[in-house]
């Protein structure tokens, strides 16, 4: 086989076998397919799609490009849930003890990565003593004794997926619905994923800004998932503005134990609620959505949820004490309230400029040298929709720094107070295939 025959078979608009698609990918994991060809291939792919079949045999290339994390001695079906990120998306950190607490095994790797906040991890570990750097055995026996544990990113996973992504970054090949539907679904069942809930984010604050964007790389998605025999499925969810109230880490835990004591935002609820039910659906706990959602929402009711988030924390060197003493979690030095500046009806806080001032703050990284400091962050009082009067505070700023004039400009830039708008909604679509 040659590597050019296949750049001309794609960029003619035809259909690429599966070998044509394996050669691609190990030879370019191995390095003996050169970056110049592999942009060209992409770059075909880009403009001439793939089809379903095509989709599904890149994303298998992919997750044998490298080493596959073996779940298999955990009892039960393993649904992983997954984001195409956001701003203030504190679900994962409700969803894990919350669907754990009615039997679902969650065994969740997870990464650090860039962003407006850190990863899952990174808000794991406002938490003295929480360690993500343990054995993929005791990570096991954590999961089979308790239902829920969270391990680092370890492994040689998906490389040929590492590269191409880099790859793709700089030659204008990111945005292309297969090549980021496979890139995402390879990582997913590398790390063992036997069933695939997906939340498909649309809005500012989102990857796809766009509801059609969104629902196409969702299609794209759950396809590949079906075809390669994973039970998948996808939300797509409303990030025009941040989701729950906080953006931060410690900010974030914090709102995470409200939600698990049924104290949380409206907007955090229901999304976790709502991807919870097709959670416990796909593992098998429930035969229906409704009575999925019963047995989560009675798991916040009678205090299971939370007491099984007790345990996960101190399984994993954390303590648990900080549920419910919460002022313990690392906290920032000032607290500085951004007003509104006249009367009237919230109708725009754009989630991506609101993630920047996050990040501007010091809650995320931009590098990966950066330190994350913890305890940063902003707390929306107000969100799109809530009327407001002159003077009253629409969001908190919680800063290590006095000075937050550069923050507030940026903030001020991204809220819009009219006479009244529309409220976003929040759960836009379901996709099952
Ligand atoms: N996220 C991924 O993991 N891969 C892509 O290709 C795009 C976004
Ligand atoms: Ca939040």
Not at 1 to 22: A, C, F, N, Q, W
Not at 134 to 159: M, R, W
Not at 276 to 305: C, F, N, P, W, Y
């Amino acid at each position: 086989m040659r590597m050019v025959d296949i750049i001309e078979k794609k960029r003619d608009g035809h259909t690429l076998s599966k070998e044509e698609i394996e050669f691609f990918i190990k030879g370019y994991t191995k390095g003996d397919i050169p970056d110049y060809q592999a942009s060209s291939l992409a770059m075909a792919i880009f403009f001439q799609d793939m089809n379903e079949e095509e989709r599904a045999a890149m994303t298998m290339a992919m997750v044998n490009s490298g080493d596959r994390i073996d779940l298999s001695q955990i009892h039960g079906t393993k649904v992983d849930k997954h984001s195409t990120g956001g701003v203030g998306d504190t679900t994962t950190l409700v969803l894990a003890p919350l669907v754990a607490s009615v039997g679902v095994p969650v065994a969740k790797m997870s990464g650090r990565g860039l962003g407006h906040t850190g990863g899952t991890i990174d808000k794991l570990e406002s938490v003295k003593g929480f360690n993500v750097e343990i054995s993929e055995e005791d990570f096991i026996k954590l999961v089979n004794d308790n239902q829920v544990a969270v391990i680092g990113q370890s492994g040689n996973l998906t490389p040929a997926d590492k590269k191409l992504y880099a790859l793709r970054d700089v030659t204008g090949t990111v945005n292309s619905i297969p090549l980021i539907a496979s890139s995402i679904m390879s990582k997913k069942i590398a790390a063992g994923a036997d069933a695939i809930v997906l939340d498909v984010k649309t809005g500012s604050g989102a990857f796809m800004k766009t509801l059609e964007d969104a629902e196409a790389l969702a299609h794209a998605m759950v396809s590949i998932g079906n075809n390669v025999g994973r039970n998948t499925m996808a939300i797509i969810s409303d990030m025009s503005q941040p989701l729950g109230r906080a953006i931060g880490n410690a900010l974030e835990l914090q709102e995470a134990i409200d939600t698990l004591k049924g104290q949380g935002p409206d907007d955090l609820t229901e999304l976790v609620l709502t991807l919870g039910s097709q959670m416990v659906v796909l593992a098998g706990k429930a035969s229906t959505l409704d009575e999925a959602r019963q047995l989560l929402e009675s798991a916040i009711h009678t205090g299971q949820a939370l007491e099984k988030f007790k345990t996960f924390i101190s399984n994993q060197g954390g303590d648990a004490s900080i549920v419910d003493h919460p002022e313990q979690l690392p906290r920032a030095r000032y607290q500085i309230h951004f007003q509104a500046q006249k009367d009237g009806m919230i109708t725009e806080m754009i989630a991506n400029e609101i993630g920047v001032a996050s990040m501007m703050l010091g809650a995320g990284r931009q590098t990966k040298e950066d330190v994350i400091d913890l305890g940063v962050g902003i707390v929306l009082n107000k969100k799109v929709g809530d009327r407001v009067t002159k003077g009253d505070s629409i969001l908190t700023i919680h800063s290590n720094k006095e000075n937050v004039d550069e923050i507030l400009d940026k903030l001020q830039e991204s809220i819009t107070i009219e006479e009244k708008g529309e409220v976003p909604t929040l759960i836009h679509k379901i996709i099952t295939e």
